[in-house]
């Protein structure tokens, strides 16, 4: 079985066509929620269509989708935008949540096409933050940067650390904790938060995934 390694693919970045309707490049340097990737948003409130063309068996797509009828009260529409792969349609999420895709899909392992359509956006934003996908060719494109997960074998933890209660990152409360991580590349960006134990007590250190950018 193929070993198979996941790319994030910044919504600026070129390999990805922006079709119709005028979008916009956003930048955000703070806000109470999460950032997004590269603090980098393409935004429209037009209809039009995103493509990007990728070898792999996954993907999927990262943004916010924000109404003004929908923050006044009014009613929304259920979705404002339907995803496809290779013109075939897959489940989307019409209101997704901080870091929920809008859409994704477990596909045959080869040369795909990921397509969304906006319509009908109706005082609807519609912001697209990075795309991420799965592959066995090795670093498709230099500009891409890769998903470690923190459960990958690739990180070294003290034994302070353990998994959170969803599994979904790894954490510690113990100073002097250390976690060190081998990699070939020219940055490492280390991905996780401080966070207050729910009882009183010293500051929790969460890493859910890190970012590695490599080049060829």
Known sequence: MPVT???IVDGSDSHIDYIGGVWE???LVAGNNALPFKRTLRTTMQSGNVSFSFSGSWIAAFGTVFSF???MGNKQQDSVFNCFIDNKPIPSTSQPLTGQPLCSNVTSDGNHNLTIVL???HQ????LD???????NLMPNPGYSVRIDSKSPTIQYSPDWMPTSDNNATMTDKPGSNAT????GTKL???GFLSPKLSQGPMMEIIPWLLLIQVS
Do not use: G, P
């Open 25 to 27: 490049e956003v930048i």
């Open 69 to 71: 009828n929908s923050a």
């Open 189 to 191: 960006t280390w991905i």
């Open 119 to 121: 319509q009908d956006l």
């Open 130 to 136: 990075y795309l991420e996908f799965t592959s066995s």
């Open 5 to 7: 390694t996941t790319y």
């Open 124 to 127: 609807t934003i519609f912001s």
């Open 181 to 184: 991580v081998r990699f070939t």
